[in-house]
């Protein structure tokens, strides 16, 4: 890498772009699954059609006589004909979930079928590919070094495939070696959204089938159990519409623990009894539209007050917190935040966020605030062939902003090198998170 100063505009520019084009990212949020947990791993056109995003956008428009169910009914391969004949050939597909499936038939080298719109013939090509080379290829061609799925131990299907009965060893089996192994480009991290839920009821259930106590000292010992099995790279929740922390917090019903218990007296001890970072889901409201719930999409999203963070962060010094906001209007108040509490690092914008306008202002947003101590984007993919789409249109959008507050720095008489510019932009796509991490 070069260590002589860059002469003109035109090569800091370059410089910038050739980095975040051709950097290897960091996707810090997922929902994949590696070839060897089964129908777990999703991938291929028809998952592409059916995934959550495009299935709500089909019922606005789809004819009235489609129903939820008569469609929730229909196999995966007839829901996504459908959304297929309604959101692709019987209109443009200009949103950013429609062009994000052309993006990725095209990075696959499909041109001529999207030119055609053979759906059969994706069809076929998708039915030839070996999963275990396919999903090496996606991570490559996407450019992604590892991406952190979302294990819930709550999720029997899921749970399974790190059981010890199941994957041939012991509890403190690698997980790599196992039965079911896992792939270096894919991390874990512990999904535990009961907790934040005071959803005890839940918890309850998956202490007995541990044979645990159901008490806060058999909760705090599921945790520990299940960072073994997996190994988390950190414990993550979201929270619900009506999240609240602290004296005023009620449990959900009476003689459960409540939700600020839950995470005071579990989670934060957890966290800090085996040095796991938090990550935190802030803002959806979860089954606002029930109709669209089988799939998926039923959330939606709210203004969520930034409080419970800011106590979190200010009474556990000692635990780190990353964190992203589902609502746009947060955006603002969290970036404070963050310069605020060196415990809290802010990461991606998430789900309803993941478009190039709001990716745009935020990181725009973002970089003025904080600098480069924050990671600028994760995918959420759940199905394999979306990293590519995603990372190429977020990585688009983060160049032209990058490119803009480097020619300032260099405008101001700064002398950049290539090292200089590498170095920092890989920051905004992985490297602040593992420095974060690291410190
Ligand atoms: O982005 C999504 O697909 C959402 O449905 C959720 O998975 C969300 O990202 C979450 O992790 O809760
Ligand atoms: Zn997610």
Same mark, same amino acid.
């Given at each position: 890498?070069?260590?002589?100063?860059?002469?003109?505009?035109?090569?800091?520019?370059?410089?910038?772009?050739?980095?975040?084009?051709?950097?290897?990212?960091?996707?810090?949020?997922?929902?994949?699954?590696?070839?060897?947990?089964?129908?777990?791993?999703?991938?291929?056109?028809?998952?592409?059609?059916?995934?959550? =995003?495009?299935?709500?956008?089909?019922?606005?428009?789809?004819?009235?006589?489609?129903?939820?169910?008569?469609?929730?009914?229909?196999?995966?391969?007839?829901?996504?004909?459908?959304?297929?004949?309604?959101?692709?050939?019987?209109?443009?597909?200009?949103?950013?979930?429609?062009?994000?499936?052309?993006?990725?038939?095209?990075?696959?080298?499909?041109?001529?079928?999207?030119?055609?719109?053979?759906?059969?013939?994706?069809?076929?090509?998708?039915?030839?590919?070996?999963?275990?080379?396919?999903?090496?290829?996606?991570?490559?061609?996407?450019?992604?070094?590892?991406?952190?799925?979302?294990?819930?131990?709550?999720?029997?299907?899921?749970?399974?495939?790190?059981?010890?009965?199941?994957?041939?060893?012991?509890?403190?089996?690698?997980?790599?070696?196992?039965?079911?192994?896992?792939?270096?480009?894919?991390?874990?991290?512990?999904?535990?959204?009961?907790?934040?839920?005071?959803?005890? +009821?839940?918890?309850?259930?998956?202490?007995?089938?541990?044979?645990?106590?159901?008490?806060?000292? +058999?909760?705090?010992?599921?945790?520990?159990?299940?960072?073994?099995?997996?190994?988390?790279?950190?414990?993550?929740?979201?929270?619900?519409?009506?999240?609240?922390? +602290?004296?005023?917090?009620?449990?959900?019903?009476?003689?459960?623990?409540?939700?600020?218990?839950?995470?005071?007296?579990?989670?934060?001890?957890?966290?800090?009894?085996?040095?796991?970072?938090?990550?935190?889901?802030?803002?959806?409201?979860?089954?606002?539209?029930?109709?669209?719930?089988?799939?998926?999409?039923?959330?939606?999203?709210?203004?969520?007050?930034?409080?419970?963070?800011?106590?979190?962060?200010?009474?556990?010094?000692?635990?780190?917190?990353?964190?992203?906001?589902?609502?746009?209007?947060?955006?603002?108040?969290?970036?404070?935040?963050?310069?605020?509490?060196?415990?809290?690092?802010?990461?991606?914008?998430?789900?309803?966020?993941?478009?190039?306008?709001?990716?745009?202002?935020?990181?725009?947003?973002?970089?003025?605030?904080? +600098?480069?101590?924050?990671?600028?984007? &994760?995918?959420?993919?759940?199905?394999?062939?979306?990293?590519? =789409?995603?990372?190429?249109?977020?990585?688009?959008?983060?160049?032209?902003?990058?490119?803009? =507050?480097?020619?300032?720095? =260099?405008?101001?008489?700064?002398?950049?090198?290539? &090292?200089?510019?590498?170095?920092?932009?890989?920051?905004?796509?992985?490297?602040?998170?593992?420095?974060?991490?690291?410190?």
């Amino acid at each position: 890498m070069s260590r002589y100063q860059l002469a003109t505009a035109g090569e800091v520019e370059e410089a910038v772009r050739a980095t975040v084009e051709c950097c290897e990212v960091i996707d810090l949020h997922t929902h994949l699954f590696p070839p060897s947990h089964g129908n777990l791993m999703l991938y291929g056109i028809d998952e592409l059609l059916t995934y959550h =995003y495009l299935v709500s956008e089909f019922f606005m428009i789809a004819p009235l006589s489609i129903t939820h169910d008569l469609f929730f009914k229909l196999s995966k391969r007839e829901q996504a004909d459908l959304i297929w004949e309604y959101l692709f050939v019987k209109r443009l597909p200009i949103s950013e979930a429609q062009l994000g499936v052309l993006t990725t038939l095209q990075m696959l080298g499909l041109e001529d079928y999207i030119k055609s719109k053979d759906l059969n013939a994706i069809r076929a090509w998708y039915a030839k590919q070996d999963p275990y080379q396919y999903a090496r290829r996606v991570f490559k061609i996407a450019g992604v070094k590892y991406a952190v799925m979302t294990n819930v131990p709550f999720d029997e299907d899921e749970a399974k495939y790190f059981r010890s009965d199941d994957n041939g060893g012991d509890d403190n089996n690698n997980i790599s070696s196992n039965k079911y192994p896992i792939p270096t480009f894919l991390k874990t991290a512990l999904r535990i959204d009961p907790l934040l839920k005071g959803d005890w +009821g839940t918890i309850c259930k998956c202490l007995t089938l541990e044979k645990l106590p159901h008490d806060i000292e +058999g909760c705090k010992e599921y945790l520990r159990i299940w960072a073994r099995r997996i190994k988390p790279m950190y414990l993550m929740a979201s929270t619900p519409a009506d999240f609240q922390y +602290g004296p005023h917090d009620k449990p959900r019903q009476e003689g459960w623990p409540s939700a600020t218990e839950l995470i005071d007296d579990v989670m934060i001890v957890i966290a800090k009894e085996l040095n796991l970072p938090l990550a935190m889901k802030i803002g959806p409201w979860r089954g606002m539209s029930p109709d669209l719930n089988p799939c998926g999409g039923g959330d939606g999203v709210v203004v969520a007050d930034v409080k419970p963070l800011r106590e979190l962060c200010f009474k556990n010094p000692d635990v780190k917190f990353l964190a992203t906001f589902l609502s746009r209007v947060n955006q603002h108040e969290v970036c404070v935040l963050a310069q605020k509490f060196r415990n809290l690092h802010l990461y991606g914008c998430w789900w309803y966020l993941n478009n190039p306008s709001i990716i745009e202002e935020m990181t725009k947003m973002r970089v003025e605030m904080l +600098g480069t101590a924050f990671t600028a984007q &994760h995918s959420d993919c759940r199905i394999l062939d979306q990293l590519m =789409y995603k990372w190429k249109h977020s990585r688009k959008v983060i160049s032209n902003v990058l490119v803009e =507050y480097y020619l300032k720095l =260099y405008k101001v008489g700064w002398s950049l090198t290539q &090292h200089d510019i590498v170095t920092d932009v890989n920051r905004f796509l992985g490297g602040s998170f593992e420095e974060f991490m690291n410190k």
